[in-house]
């Protein structure tokens, strides 16, 4: 039980990391990026080939692979976003998941159809654990996703709130054209935002090949998990996120208890239901008073 | 007081006198002789179509029903998305959902023809309590959340140990209809069923419902400050496209005879509809027909693509939601003002410009 409990919060730390760029890019830019999963599963492939083809350890590979990915997420902004978000809300949806599409049969049609993984590359990191007590042990590689879930969104946080670029990307969030009178670019800041987005992705398609397979086709669920992270943990806020992604592997770790197929229904089942409470308790009596209590605290 | 209320009586006769000038001067229409004169083409080609099994060949008959199902999810697609402003990529929910249940109503031991129609009904009883919780997230949170609802779907089929997993099942019973017979009712079918729910579509769109979905479309904001309840049109949409789609599903099964969930709730059903709906022209009633029948021939020629296919989807879709939002329909309509299935009006302004006709 106890175990349990300890590898779904470490499993809770791969989904909020992974959930972290599309959480990021939803609060800033009130754009779901429906090519999140295609993208990540794209900088699974960067790393992989560099190591495979140049034999370059995966951890050293980042620094070039986030710039890549960076670089492609300042284009998205440029070439698809900016466009798109001026047609409307829906219109971001319907290029992003047109994106998706074009994206993994691409990959599919350059890398084939074989699953692929980064554990044979990283030594014997794949398979080295703690033990923490008497008989449970904890994979080195799950520890350090959790850790670095954590100091990715500290540091996406103290960059938000503490730096001048973080500022005028929150004022551009928050109203596009008055951040433009009190001289902010605002196109600048939202290509910024994006680069950011995806750079944090480079790191999640790290997390993703390193703990298991992969293949071209393995965006779309990890989109739902990070979708369903974003919403149990609230939207716009980067601790919900690794509170929304503990939620969700705890659920599934719940369903998986219930039944042998009952691994993703719980995590399904979790969602809707946080997503029932929180529409219906909107406006109740008991979250009222929730409020006042809490509110009385403070 | 008598001085205002007399000022009062001038002001609203001056205004009724204008009103009336004004009246006289505009004339709202429906009907234009072009769009008399398509549809009764599209009669006439439905007829013609519904004797075609008596002369085409078992191939022809086969493309053109899958022809009748597309058109069918591109139309309920835009309903959806056009017409309510709800882009969904869950919709393969229904689609599964209407092959599945088609699958367990025949297991009753029901003809598999009853259990295509009835399986459509309980599709659209089970996407209510679905609208419930869907109908109140937005955007994105909407598109996405109908995908979750789509994979949870899927998992649950797949408990049925009547489906045996991903092996899946065939609707067996279709074996008591000689084959021929067997294409020719499921053709008819479609063809019966796509032509029911275009009407029911254009029925609903011209009515004191379509007036207010069509508000909607053109502004959310505008059609509430004018009593239009946004949540009851939308609801009316995502049952009717659920039914619709489910009976699509079940049309498919019909046709395909077997049922494997994977295939059936595949996200790529939505990458369909999408591609069909944006090419033809979104939130266009004749849009979505067109935009199927592109998709149709685009398949029947490139399909042995196979990934270089769906990536031409994928772009395609891009590059119309980027430079042609309104699809090809809606520069057709731009251009040349057509309008063959008319559910908007004709304003025509007599006074100011008498060849000037507003199109709405």
């Known amino acids: ?298 | 007081m008598n001085t205002a209320e007399k000022t009062h009586q001038d002001n609203s006769d001056n205004l009724s006198n204008r009103a009336n000038k004004y009246a006289n001067s505009v004339k709202v229409t429906r009907w234009t002789a072009a769009s008399k004169r398509a549809v009764i083409l599209a009669a006439l080609l439905i007829i013609a179509l519904a004797f075609a099994p008596l002369f085409a060949s078992v191939g022809f008959i086969d493309r053109l029903t899958a022809l009748f199902i597309y058109i069918i999810l591109a139309t309920m697609w835009n309903a959806l998305a056009g017409y309510g402003g709800l882009v969904s990529v869950g919709q393969q929910a229904f689609f599964g959902l209407g092959a599945y249940f088609t699958i367990r109503i025949a297991h009753l031991g029901l003809d598999p023809f009853v259990a295509v129609a009835l399986s459509a009904v309980v599709v659209a009883a089970v996407s209510y309590p679905i609208s419930l919780i869907m109908l109140r997230l937005r955007g994105g949170e909407f598109a996405i959340g109908m995908w979750v609802i789509a994979a949870l779907i899927h998992l649950l089929v797949n408990l049925d140990g009547l489906i045996q997993g991903e092996t899946g099942i065939s609707l067996i019973s279709l074996n008591s209809y000689p084959s021929q017979s067997r294409l020719t009712i499921i053709y008819l079918l479609a063809l019966f069923s796509m032509t029911g729910l275009l009407v029911m579509l254009f029925i609903l769109l011209r009515s004191r419902q379509g007036s207010a979905i069509q508000a909607i479309r053109d502004s959310e904001e505008a059609a509430s400050s004018l009593g239009v309840e946004p949540e009851k049109v939308k609801r009316l949409l995502f049952v009717l496209a659920a039914f619709g789609i489910g009976l699509a599903g079940a049309l498919w099964l019909a046709s395909a005879t077997s049922f494997q969930p994977k295939t059936y709730f595949s996200v790529q059903w939505s990458a369909y509809m999408i591609f069909m709906v944006l090419v033809g022209g979104i939130g266009k009633f004749e849009g979505a027909i067109l935009g199927a029948i592109l998709f149709f021939l685009v398949e029947t020629w490139f399909s042995t693509a196979g990934v270089w296919y769906l990536v031409g989807l994928g772009a395609i879709a891009i590059a119309f939601s980027l430079f042609l939002p309104k699809g090809i329909w809606g520069e057709l309509e731009r251009r040349f003002n057509w309008q063959f299935l008319p559910v908007g009006y004709h304003v025509e302004i007599k006074h100011s410009d008498p060849n000037k006709s507003n199109n709405k």
């Open chain 1, 1 to 298: 039980m106890t175990n349990q409990i300890i590898q779904a919060i470490l499993l809770g730390g791969y989904y909020a990391l992974i959930a972290c760029g599309l959480s990021f890019m939803f609060s800033i830019m009130k754009i779901i990026n429906l090519a999140h999963g295609s993208l990540l599963v794209l900088s699974s492939y960067l790393f992989w080939w560099l190591a495979d083809s140049y034999a370059i350890s995966p951890f050293y590979s980042l620094s070039i692979v986030i710039p890549i990915m960076m670089m492609i997420g300042w284009a998205l902004q440029e070439f698809l976003l900016q466009k798109s978000a001026r047609g409307g809300e829906l219109l971001p949806i319907l290029t992003t998941f047109g994106l998706a599409i074009v994206l993994e049969n691409l990959l599919f049609e350059y890398f084939g159809a074989d699953t692929r993984s980064l554990a044979p590359y990283i030594g014997d990191l794949s398979w080295e654990s703690w033990q923490i007590l008497t008989d449970i042990y904890v994979g080195k590689t799950s520890v350090y996703i959790l850790l670095s879930a954590i100091s990715l969104l500290a540091s996406l946080q103290l960059f938000m709130q503490k730096t001048a670029m973080g500022r005028q990307i929150r004022a551009t969030a928050h109203d596009p054209d008055t951040a433009g009178l009190i001289g902010i670019n605002a196109r600048k800041a939202s290509a910024i935002a994006a680069a950011i987005a995806l750079g944090t992705i480079a790191i999640s398609g790290l997390a993703m090949s390193i703990r298991g397979v992969f293949d071209a086709y393995s965006g779309g669920p990890q989109l739902l998990f990070a979708f369903e992270v974003t919403i149990i943990g609230g939207m716009g806020s980067l601790w919900g996120v690794l509170l929304g992604g503990i939620v969700l592997a705890m659920a599934q770790t719940i369903g998986a208890s219930i039944h042998p197929q009952g691994f993703l229904i719980g995590g399904h089942v979790i969602f809707f239901v946080i997503l029932l409470a929180r529409l219906y308790m909107a406006n109740s009596v008991i979250a009222i008073r929730i409020k006042k209590v809490f509110g009385g605290l403070r």
